[in-house]
């Protein structure tokens, strides 16, 4: 159909060239031959060109600027070929005359002739579908951003009216954008207006056409919206589409960052890089969440070599097939080890020489430990024992050991032996004179095992979502600015350093499972019930990021503080308390290591306890 509307048009437009180049008076006849000689070589030419460029392979009905390009540069070539065939001819029939002029005229009516059937098959189809008027009601929906994803969500409703979807306005922050229009649909005001823009244009619902936006967006628009009771989507970007990150239920997952009540820490690279570039660098606990980030950040600085050192063979085969795959080019060592296991660590440290050491490598799930409380001692406190005296005796320049909120004040038998933990490595530093130092942060969301997850699973299954108390709250990071913060940290240490991450306020764990529920477009209470378990032993209400008295003072960077601790046990008497745990813990007796712990731990209240409920998550 469109090549014999081309021919079609063929005929027209070098009849009309001719005709509208042709003087007042003259006899179209008199150019006849040169009328029929253009016609012959464009109806031959002209479709084998188009043809060429894919004017006969495209759907019209998804026509744009890119094909308007295309129509453009095919005319063009078509017309600059006829034009050469009819210089030919001129040259070689001299009796017979071409006017310039006429091939122009040509061309400008090709292009309008080309480009119009085309497009107006688009027309045609989207006007029918817009007339076309199906049964059910259709919804208003205001559309939050009037950028590219924003333009582009109008454009699909008003392309498909069987989606019963119809655009009411866009609310954009972009001064330039207001009072604009957009595919007809009118910018009708700010983010700041959008409860009052609700109650004048009364959608039904609103859709955040940001893939981009913070979770600070989301969450505004989403608490309007509920205030409203009016839901909320939020369009996925691009990349999630294709990667298959959207659900059936919902139109994106949620974003870890959606949860933050903050902005993402701030980042800054130099520093990081000149403390990691060309080293040997091994990560300890390389298999789990945290090390395994570590270790991708690690290796976008070039070290010289990267050890990943774990227990788990099957983790650290994980993290060794993706950074293989992302640099090619890194020497990669994976070491299968426990780090308890002092001769082999020793070993190992002898053979490869690391100069950079992160020690990540613990039993981190409170009410596990709680349960375990020998193991708790061995991995997590004579374990590290075993790595920072391996490190003094093979010269690492610096080892930094991350730590946690719960090592404060512990309740619990983790947070205890973290602490114990931290005390190793600051009295290695005295000791050593080496940069030892120690990192603390609170939770990180996403990590095997954390809160995030085990919300999910349980939305995914319908519900309920267990909470153990309704006051219960923790500090929260990603996992990616976590560990890229831990770097800066580790890049500023000295000697014997007790790091804080500045993780902002404390988020109420009700709160981030309401959020996660409604950021996965259900309601907490009606399609989703959360139900209270009540405080699980070795639980806080509340963490705390360093010691009730503590000196802290500002450092280079913003989101890094240093504390001024002194570790009440040191020296002969830490060695001492240490040993006597360890004994302890190989005897099997874990109401004395309790009662050592509350003995030897600043501000301790450990208490020892049966199996825990593990039904629930903080």
């Known amino acids: 159909m469109v090549l014999v509307g081309d021919l079609l048009f063929i005929i027209v437009c070098v009849l009309g060239s001719f005709m509208l180049r042709l003087p007042l008076g003259a006899r179209i006849f008199d150019f006849r031959h040169q009328i029929l000689i253009m016609l012959v070589a464009a109806l031959i030419m002209k479709p084998l060109v188009y043809y060429q460029f894919g004017l006969y392979r495209r759907v019209w009905e998804y026509a744009s600027i890119r094909?308007?390009?295309?129509?453009?540069?095919?005319?063009?070539?078509?017309?600059?070929?006829?034009?050469?065939?009819?210089?030919?001819?001129?040259?070689?029939?001299?009796?017979?005359?071409?006017?310039?002029?006429?091939?122009?005229?040509?061309?400008?009516?090709?292009?309008?002739?080309?480009?119009?059937?085309?497009?107006?098959?688009?027309?045609?189809?989207?006007?029918?579908?817009?007339?076309?008027?199906?049964?059910?009601?259709?919804?208003r929906v205001m559309v939050v951003g009037a950028g590219d994803a924003g333009a582009l969500v109008v454009r699909e409703m008003q392309r498909n009216p069987q989606a019963n979807l119809k655009p009411v306005g866009f609310v954009d922050d972009d001064n330039a954008k207001q009072k604009q229009e957009i595919h007809g649909t009118p910018v009708i005001g700010k983010l700041d207006e959008l409860s009052h823009l609700i109650d004048s244009k009364k959608p039904d619902e609103v859709i955040i056409a940001i893939p981009s936006a913070t979770g600070q967006v989301v969450r505004k628009v989403a608490d309007v919206?509920?205030?409203?009771?009016?839901?909320?989507?939020?369009?996925?970007?691009?990349?999630?589409?294709?990667?298959?990150?959207?659900?059936?239920?919902?139109?994106?997952?949620?974003?870890?960052?959606?949860?933050?009540r903050r902005a993402p820490a701030h980042i800054d690279s130099e520093l990081v890089g000149l403390s990691l570039n060309g080293r040997r660098v091994l990560v300890t606990g390389a298999g789990g969440s945290i090390g395994r980030e570590l270790c991708r950040q690690i290796a976008?600085?070039?070290?010289?070599?990267?050890?990943?050192?774990?227990?788990?063979?099957?983790?650290?085969?994980?993290?060794?097939?993706?950074?293989?795959?992302?640099?090619?080019?890194?020497?990669?060592q994976p070491l299968i080890a426990d780090i308890r296991d002092e001769k082999h660590i020793n070993q190992l440290f002898a053979s490869y020489?690391?100069?950079?050491?992160?020690?990540?490598?613990?039993?981190?799930?409170?009410?596990?430990?709680?349960?375990?409380?020998?193991?708790?001692?061995?991995?997590?406190?004579?374990?590290?024992?075993?790595?920072?005296?391996?490190?003094?005796?093979?010269?690492?320049?610096?080892?930094?050991?991350?730590?946690?909120?719960?090592?404060?004040?512990?309740?619990?038998?983790?947070?205890?032996?973290?602490?114990?933990?931290?005390?190793?490595?600051?009295?290695?530093?005295?000791?050593?004179?080496?940069?030892?130092?120690?990192?603390?942060?609170?939770?990180?969301?996403?990590?095997?095992?954390?809160?995030?997850?085990?919300?999910?699973?349980?939305?995914?299954?319908?519900?309920?979502?267990?909470?153990?108390?309704?006051?219960?709250?923790r500090y929260f990071m990603t996992i990616p600015e976590a560990v890229h913060l831990v770097l800066q940290a580790s890049a500023m240490g000295e000697s014997g350093e007790v790091f804080v991450l500045n993780m902002g306020e404390q988020i109420k764990i009700l709160d981030l499972a309401q959020d996660l529920i409604?950021?996965?477009?259900?309601?907490?209470?009606?399609?989703?019930?959360?139900?209270?378990?009540?405080?699980?032993?070795?639980?806080?209400?509340?963490?705390?990021?360093?010691?009730?008295?503590?000196?802290?003072?500002?450092?280079?960077?913003?989101?890094?503080?240093?504390?001024?601790?002194?570790?009440?046990?040191?020296?002969?008497?830490?060695?001492?308390?240490?040993?006597?745990?360890?004994?302890?813990?190989?005897?099997?007796?874990?109401?004395?290591?309790?009662?050592?712990?509350?003995?030897?731990?600043?501000?301790?209240?450990?208490?020892?306890?049966?199996?825990?409920?593990?039904?629930?998550?903080?």
Request: charged share 20%.
């Open 353 to 473: 020489q690391p100069q950079v050491v992160f020690h990540t490598a613990a039993h981190k799930h409170v009410p596990l430990m709680q349960a375990n409380i020998e193991e708790a001692i061995s991995n997590n406190v004579l374990g590290t024992r075993v790595l920072v005296e391996a490190a003094i005796n093979n010269r690492v320049d610096k080892l930094v050991m991350i730590s946690t909120d719960k090592a404060i004040c512990p309740t619990s038998v983790y947070g205890a032996t973290k602490r114990l933990g931290e005390m190793l490595v600051l009295d290695a530093a005295k000791r050593s004179g080496k940069s030892f130092s120690v990192v603390r942060f609170g939770n990180v969301l996403g990590s095997r095992g954390s809160v995030l997850l085990r919300f999910k699973r349980q939305i995914d299954d319908g519900g309920p979502v267990t909470v153990t108390h309704p006051d219960m709250e």
């Open 225 to 260: 919206c509920r205030i409203k009771n009016i839901p909320s989507r939020t369009m996925p970007s691009l990349h999630e589409l294709i990667g298959g990150k959207v659900s059936v239920n919902r139109l994106r997952e949620v974003d870890i960052t959606d949860l933050l």
């Open 67 to 139: 094909e308007l390009k295309l129509i453009a540069i095919a005319v063009t070539t078509a017309s600059i070929i006829l034009g050469v065939l009819v210089l030919i001819a001129s040259l070689v029939m001299r009796d017979l005359e071409f006017s310039r002029g006429v091939l122009i005229i040509d061309w400008l009516l090709s292009l309008l002739a080309v480009g119009g059937l085309r497009f107006s098959y688009r027309i045609f189809i989207e006007s029918r579908a817009t007339a076309q008027q199906p049964g059910n009601r259709v919804r």
């Open 518 to 618: 409604r950021l996965s477009g259900l309601e907490p209470g009606k399609d989703i019930e959360i139900v209270f378990t009540g405080i699980r032993p070795g639980e806080k209400l509340r963490e705390a990021l360093w010691d009730e008295g503590a000196d802290y003072v500002a450092t280079i960077h913003p989101d890094i503080l240093r504390l001024n601790e002194n570790e009440v046990l040191n020296g002969g008497d830490l060695e001492t308390a240490v040993n006597a745990l360890i004994e302890l813990g190989e005897k099997g007796d874990p109401d004395q290591i309790v009662s050592m712990l509350n003995a030897i731990v600043p501000g301790a209240a450990v208490s020892s306890t049966p199996i825990p409920d593990l039904t629930s998550v903080i």
């Open 300 to 332: 976008r600085w070039e070290p010289g070599e990267l050890f990943l050192l774990g227990h788990g063979e099957n983790s650290i085969f994980e993290t060794l097939v993706e950074l293989e795959q992302s640099y090619p080019t890194l020497t990669i």
